[in-house]
């Protein structure tokens, strides 16, 4: 799939078919993840790829509307805990960009997502062990979408681009 099919094509998935995505497709969307853009190139990321069956329904508590039990693959996005106001937001946007880059290469293999956040931190923290100076800011369940595949969106439920698009002034 080409990028812009793949923009066109993402949207949200919360149900899944079932089926296991190949180790080579989760290491590209991994990888697409790794290559985002950031902030002084500072990578504020790391990475916990959950797929055991028994791991994502438990994972699936950490949040009470939760899609990742059914996932076939769930990445969970984890940072360094910052003091500073300013560092935080400049994290948030890096965390924001790898997660988008990841939802596009998925889309592209027509892999769907939906990213989730998490209420429960502590059991998060226990379930994928990482260190207690890091955070898990948010969730990002893949799989094959139930129903139907991903496909470019003629009328996407979005505000009209004349109201979005402001040019040289609002």
């Given at each position: 799939?080409?990028?812009?099919?793949?923009?066109?094509?993402?949207?949200?998935?919360?149900?899944?078919?079932?089926?296991?995505i190949a180790?080579?497709?989760?290491?590209?969307?991994?990888?697409?993840?790794?290559?985002?853009?950031?902030?002084?190139?500072?990578?504020?990321?790391?990475?916990?790829?959950?797929?055991?069956?028994?791991?994502?329904?438990?994972?699936?508590?950490?949040?009470?509307?939760?899609?990742?039990?059914?996932?076939?693959?769930?990445?969970?996005?984890?940072a360094e805990?910052?003091?500073?106001?300013?560092?935080?937001?400049?994290?948030?946007?890096?965390?924001g960009q790898?997660?988008?880059?990841?939802?596009?290469?998925?889309?592209?293999?027509?892999?769907?997502?939906?990213?989730?956040?998490?209420?429960?931190?502590?059991?998060?923290?226990?379930?994928?062990?990482?260190?207690?100076?890091?955070?898990?800011?948010?969730?990002?369940?893949?799989?094959?979408?139930?129903?139907?595949?991903?496909?470019?969106?003629?009328?996407?439920?979005?505000?009209?681009?004349?109201?979005?698009?402001?040019?040289?002034?609002?």
């Amino acid at each position: 799939m080409e990028t812009w099919k793949a923009i066109r094509s993402r949207r949200n998935v919360r149900q899944f078919d079932g089926r296991p995505i190949a180790e080579d497709d989760l290491d590209r969307i991994l990888e697409a993840g790794r290559r985002a853009p950031s902030a002084v190139n500072r990578q504020p990321w790391d990475f916990v790829v959950v797929t055991g069956r028994e791991r994502l329904g438990e994972l699936a508590k950490v949040w009470r509307f939760s899609h990742v039990a059914d996932s076939a693959a769930t990445i969970a996005i984890v940072a360094e805990r910052l003091e500073d106001r300013r560092a935080r937001e400049l994290q948030f946007f890096d965390l924001g960009q790898a997660t988008m880059a990841m939802m596009i290469a998925a889309a592209d293999l027509g892999i769907g997502s939906g990213h989730s956040v998490v209420e429960d931190e502590e059991r998060a923290r226990e379930l994928l062990g990482y260190p207690a100076a890091r955070f898990c800011a948010f969730l990002l369940p893949l799989g094959y979408p139930a129903g139907r595949p991903l496909f470019p969106l003629r009328s996407p439920h979005r505000r009209a681009f004349d109201d979005v698009v402001h040019r040289n002034r609002w």
